[in-house]
Structures are given as C-alpha cells and as structure tokens.
C-alpha cells in the first residue's frame, strides 16, 4: 500500500456508524488515526488509505466488534480469524465460499449470504433482518466487501464483478467501478453480486502461512480493493479502456509498447491475477453496460463498436453476461 493511496470517506461510515451517538469519542478516534473529522461530512473526500486501515483496527478494539456493531449479535475479536483458518482447509473456491457463508451465520444475525450456481453465472445474494434502513445498507455493503475480497485472496487473483445490485439508493462514487465493477445499481429488489461461476472452481492457494500474513494485513488487503492502481493490469484496462476495439493492440504489439517480451508480460500480468484476454473481456462488458445505459446509440452500432461481427453474437455473449438481452437491460434503465 503506497503513501498516495487514498479512499473516500463514505467508505469509512461502517465503521464510525456505533459512535454517531458520541461525538467526543468519534473525534478522539479520528484523530487518533490521523483523520480530519470534519471530513465526514463530505461523503466524496479522500482519506490516505493507510488511515482508513489503522481505522479499522481502532475500531474493532474500541467496539470489540469484527462487524462494527452492524448487526444486532455481531462478531467477537478472533471470528475473522477462525473463519478465514477453516477456509484454507477447502480445496476450491465454490467449497470455501459456502463454508464462508455458513460459517458468517454462526455469527451475524441480520445479514445472510447465500452462493448459488446458474450455468455460468455465480450469485452471492444477500438477505437483511435490520430495520434500521442506514444500518441495513452500511452492513450489507461490508459484508459483501468482506465476501468478495476473501474470494480473491483464496484465489489468489482478482476476481471482477460483473453486476452489482443494491436494495438501497446513494450516492455514485468513483471507487464504486474499482469495487462492485461496471455494472452497478441502486434501488433494486434484491442484493447480491454476480460473477463468472469458473472462478469457483479454482483452487484455494493459501495456507497456514499465507493466513498469518494476511490476518496482520488484512484492512490493507480490503484497501486494495479501493484504490487507483498503477499496476500493468491497470495500465492495459485504462489503455483498452479509451481506444475503439478496432484500436486494440495484440499481446505482442502491447508488450513491445512496454519494452518487455511476451513471455514477461503475460507473467506480470498472472503476478496481478489476470491475463491479457481477461481485461479485454471485462473491458468490452464495461463498455456495453456504459454504452446501453448512457447512449442512445442503437444496439447495432454498440455491437459494431465492441467488435461483434454480428449483432446476434452481440446479443448471445450479453445474454451470457447478465441473462437478459441488451434491449431488456437498456429498458430497465430508462423505466
């Protein structure tokens, strides 16, 4: 985690929402960690990352609470710890993301994951007892944090999210994309979270003492998440990201702009949990979700740009990705 790194403020709100009753406290907290407390009132304002971690710590100890007190039992200190020490023993990531789920309900009360298969499609949908509106979407959003950032790190990878739903309405922030990916909506029915179901079958890479080192560095692990990056990942997502498909160079033509061979940048590339066809992937779907929702460019000519010979391929591969078609998924956002 580098100094420049930063997260927005909203994201601290789970974890000071127990003290919004104690002001003095909340304060002394604040700045004890480092932080301008008259920054939580600019929900868009930016805190150093390294903050936000050490804020985490704090308030697991002043709270005595893993779950900041979210739910109405909660999750003693050590819970995290024998949880994440169970899912090391599972051999793939669909087995160890039930037994996180399960494992998570031996604790919380209010908030229940559930992990179902559909073809293709994996779906971690999430149920809510609280009552208190501001609690329910506070603690949904961090157990759902929590859910996806133990995947990658079982996994060893970064695992993209490729639909994002929210019962409840906010404010758009720009870590959103980085977090909950492209295809992120607020005010819908249910929450839950979608991504693509090979990944489950995946094997577990961590052990005993990979486990070690990431309990010591765990609020930084879930900062990762957060943060702008600058890896090569990220450089290929950004340069993909503002050229038209037809623009896109190949995996030689891109590791020779790098000065680096093929071979070396296809590691680098599986360093940071994802290869060269991946970000194109997960950039075409990004621009499809973005295209449909903003535009008003025909579905033909989205499909054109995205590089499908055919509008019917179009149609398949979206269907795929969020099993409606592109028409369907436009009208839901113009409804």
């Known amino acids: 985690m580098r100094e420049t790194d930063s997260v927005a403020v909203y994201f601290m709100y789970p974890m000071i929402h127990a003290l919004r009753e104690k002001p003095q406290r909340l304060r002394a907290v604040l700045e004890q960690v480092g932080i301008d407390p008259a920054l939580l009132d600019q929900p868009t ?47 793939t990531l669909e087995k160890a993301m039930r037994q996180c789920l399960a494992n998570f309900a031996l604790f919380l009360r209010d908030f229940r994951g559930t992990l179902s298969v559909r073809g293709k499609r994996a779906v971690i949908s999430l149920q809510t007892r609280s009552q208190d509106s501001e609690v329910s979407r506070l603690g949904e959003e961090t157990f759902l944090v929590l859910m996806i950032s133990l995947l990658c790190w079982l996994g060893g990878r970064r695992i993209p999210i490729d639909r994002a739903d929210f019962r409840h309405q906010r404010l758009s922030l720009r870590d959103d994309a980085m977090l909950w990916g492209p295809n992120l909506t607020f005010g819908t029915e249910r929450t839950e979270i979608e991504f693509a179901s090979h990944y489950l079958r995946l094997p577990v890479v961590q052990d005993l003492a990979s486990l070690k080192v990431f309990l010591r560095t765990a609020p930084q692990w879930l900062v990762i998440r957060f943060r702008n990056q600058h890896g090569l990942a990220s450089q290929v997502h950004q340069r993909l990201r503002h050229s038209h498909y037809s623009e896109w160079p190949t995996l030689q033509a891109f590791a020779l702009e790098q000065h680096l061979s093929p071979s070396t940048f296809r590691r680098k590339l599986g360093s940071e949990g994802c290869s060269y066809q991946e970000i194109k992937d997960e950039v075409r779907r990004a621009v499809a979700f973005e295209r449909l929702r903003q535009s008003k460019a025909s579905i033909s000519d989205i499909a054109e740009q995205l590089g499908f010979q055919e509008p019917s391929a179009f149609h398949r591969a979206f269907k795929k990705w969020t099993g409606e078609s592109p028409g369907r998924y436009r009208v839901r956002f113009q409804e």
């Open 45 to 91: 304002a930016r805190v150093p990352a390294t903050a936000f971690a050490a804020l985490w710590l704090v308030q697991i100890r002043e709270l005595n609470d893993e779950f900041f007190q979210l739910d109405s039992h909660g999750m003693p200190p050590g819970s995290f710890a024998l949880i994440c020490r169970a899912l090391i023993q599972e051999p």
